[in-house]
């Protein structure tokens, strides 16, 4: 649909540009690579149960990425105050008696026995619409956006922040202060705002510190990240086992189904957070860098898209999009070679998550309906 003079109409395909098929692939490709390891993951289990619902999860998200990318980028900025009312919401929901906590983070809504989401993963795709409507909708003569444009941006990306932050998700807020990073840097805003922008996070991490929101589990993993070699059958257990099981992998792996680490159950999260070393382990260093290579391939397809988008919306769109799923996949590999602390976000695509698989293939349709989009001008 679009909006036209307060109505919508329905704007399909014929009326759009070609798809990218490059990004298409390579999204499905690494579900597909996703779902094995997952299988590989949770196969001695006995149980099939995660594989299913992360298949269901996987089909879910290509049917939204399809829907969404053969949208005209007018019809979604149409919708932009409608989403990100419903992030705010949603994120507000986690902290009623309807949110649980998982992993130290009360960050889910349960609807029904099995049935559950975590919004702050749909919340990235409502705030990378939003951070773009300031930011990309520039007034006439303007080049960049002014002190306005940059300001409202940056209370949008504020509150939700602020809501995940009594979460507390450390991991997520990273990820939101990276695509608010990476917007700014798209629209041209002065660079100035980008040291207000870290300014601003040095004087919350400090107000977190202060008011106790930073649990000492995180305190830990910081430790562990300074001398990875201290206490490696505690709070560096994670981190000690998820290195012996990608070093074990050496080059070549030792074969899908074949990885002993993996069996054995030793790196916790696996399946999720730590899939990579699945890869490590029995695709070894050949597949896990074809992995990387994949994304760093798809990424690099998402800034051409921003870059020739025909319209300072849609180049924020995607600047903003390409910064989360870069940020996710930095820090995730990062943290299972011990580059980074462990802050618990997946790999784009390829960890276990309903919530983060549909969100990670519905920013993919986004950066679609940015290239048709651009097709359509004259």
């Given at each position: ?228 070699a201290a206490d490696p059958g505690g709070v560096g257990y994670n981190a000690a086992q998820a290195r012996i099981a990608i070093g074990s992998g050496g080059l070549t792996g030792k074969g899908l189904f074949n990885g002993e680490q993996t069996a054995g159950h030793f790196v916790p999260e696996q399946h999720t957070d730590f899939i990579f070393t699945v890869a490590g382990e029995e695709l070894g260093f050949a597949g896990a860098a074809a992995i990387v290579l994949a994304i760093g391939v798809l990424l690099w397809r998402g800034l051409s898209i921003a870059r020739h988008s025909a319209s300072p919306y849609g180049a924020v769109l995607a600047g903003g999009v390409v910064s989360w799923l870069a940020f996710q996949t930095f820090v995730n590999v ?45």
């Amino acid at each position: 649909m679009i909006a036209v003079a307060g109505k919508r109409r329905i704007v399909w395909a014929p009326t759009l540009g070609a798809p990218d098929w490059t990004l298409t692939l390579l999204a499905l490709g690494l579900s597909v690579v996703g779902l094995l390891l997952v299988w590989s993951a949770t196969r001695m289990d006995g149980d099939h149960g995660l594989l299913i619902r992360q298949a269901v999860s996987v089909g879910l998200g290509l049917l939204l990425m399809w829907f969404v990318s053969r949208c005209d980028l007018r019809v979604l900025r149409a919708y932009v105050p409608l989403a990100y009312v419903l992030a705010l919401v949603s994120l507000a929901g986690v902290l009623s008696p309807l949110g649980v906590r998982v992993n130290g983070a009360h960050s889910w809504i349960v609807l029904a026995p099995g049935v559950q989401f975590q919004p702050s993963e749909f919340a990235k795709v409502a705030l990378a619409l939003a951070f773009a409507v300031p930011l990309g909708e520039l007034r006439d003569g303007q080049a960049r956006p002014g002190f306005g444009g940059v300001l409202l941006a940056l209370v949008l990306a504020a509150v939700p922040i602020g809501l995940i932050a009594l979460q507390p998700d450390l991991g997520t807020m990273l990820v939101f202060a990276a695509m608010v990073s990476g917007a700014l840097l798209v629209s041209g805003a002065p660079k100035r705002w980008l040291l207000v922008l870290v300014a601003g996070a040095a004087a919350a991490g400090a107000a977190a510190w202060k008011l106790g929101l930073v649990r000492p589990y995180q305190l830990e993993r910081l430790l562990v990240l300074a001398n990875p070699a201290a206490d490696p059958g505690g709070v560096g257990y994670n981190a000690a086992q998820a290195r012996i099981a990608i070093g074990s992998g050496g080059l070549t792996g030792k074969g899908l189904f074949n990885g002993e680490q993996t069996a054995g159950h030793f790196v916790p999260e696996q399946h999720t957070d730590f899939i990579f070393t699945v890869a490590g382990e029995e695709l070894g260093f050949a597949g896990a860098a074809a992995i990387v290579l994949a994304i760093g391939v798809l990424l690099w397809r998402g800034l051409s898209i921003a870059r020739h988008s025909a319209s300072p919306y849609g180049a924020v769109l995607a600047g903003g999009v390409v910064s989360w799923l870069a940020f996710q996949t930095f820090v995730n590999v990062g943290m299972t070679v011990g580059l980074m602390p462990i802050v618990g976000v997946p790999l784009p695509f390829v960890s276990y998550g309903g919530s983060a698989t549909v969100a990670g293939l519905l920013a993919i349709g986004l950066l679609q309906a940015v290239h048709r989009t651009k097709a359509m001008q004259p």
